[in-house]
């Protein structure tokens, strides 16, 4: 027999668990059903969840039952209970779903080409996998629009937003901004500004994390739609890492690698899903937007040297890097190293700024290196 002491005796009579479909998951105190269920891989499907954001319980995908009680709760917003036995995916529930994304389905568009002109919409994905029955009624969407909203990147479609309000509450909770905001009742729900002012004449700081949250894409970015770009679904996403500041977020650019005569070309970026990187899904507005750098006409895209005249001529990497070898050897040797100063960027990667120091000081024997960020 094995011994325990008072404190394992404690300890186990700590673990809590839940059955999930026959399945037994130990959740910690605060856990909801549905953060058990995702860690044990049983899928629930969600909408209006976000891991960043307090749970709503608006959208009702979630709905699973309980054993022992009549009604069926909101997985994301119910908290696990020790001993509670989940059911998520019974007739009940089944029917249930199909029911729900019919009738979301009702007064939305239904083609993926009209729907899906953005991001890959959620709810089409979700009415296909669940079998949503397509033929029920149709209805317009009676939401309003901020159709003429003058602001560059953001845009906003009515008829395929189905008032999950993860934008708001991404806007109010994680950038504390709160620009937008839900407005009016029942079908006519809609996405408001104040006044319905552009986005430009409110808080906003175009940070598009309202775009990035975005179920169906009816927060969506205004670039790639007036460039006639291909849907994301097409596109390659290629990880990187933003080079506007110093803090390293991680991003996803967008490419559309037919582009450019098959060289490719960045035509979006989005953000690596939320707990996946340290910037954790969010990005500030130039990550986001300002992109069009990256294939500008008039970037520098390959070194140059000056020639006997003082000008800049294209050379190659081999030469550029010779040149200036020779040039810091060159001036170490006839006035010392310390007549040498690197200074290096923010805007580099940690580990370029390292490299920095260490050609400065363990190379040159110098300790005239310098970083913008220090001042
Ligand atoms: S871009 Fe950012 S700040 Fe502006 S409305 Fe969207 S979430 Fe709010
Ligand atoms: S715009 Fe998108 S995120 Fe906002 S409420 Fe509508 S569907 Fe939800
Ligand atoms: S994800 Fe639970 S109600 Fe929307």
Redesign the pocket.
Known sequence: MIERTEHDVQARAAIKSIDIDGHSVAFSAGETILEAAQRAGVEIPTLCHDPRLEPAGACRTCLVEVEGQNRMVPACKTPAADGAKILTETERVDRHRKTLLALYLTDHPRDREVAERGAPNELLDMADRYGAPRNWGTMESKRDARDTDRNPYIH?NAD?????????RYCEEVEGVSAITLAGRGAETT?ATADSLSLLDTTCEMCGG?VD????G??GEKMPLTRSAKPERELKKVRSTCNFCGVGCQLDLNVDEEAEGGNGRVVKVTSPPPGTTTNDGNLCVKGRFAYDFIHHEERITSPLVRNENGDLVETSWDNALRVAADGLRGVAERHGANALGFVSSSRCTVEENYLVQKLSRAVFKTNNVHQCAAT
């Open positions: 906003f395929t937003c189905i008032a999950c309000a993860r934008c708001t996405i309202c949250v975005c179920p169906t009816a927060m």
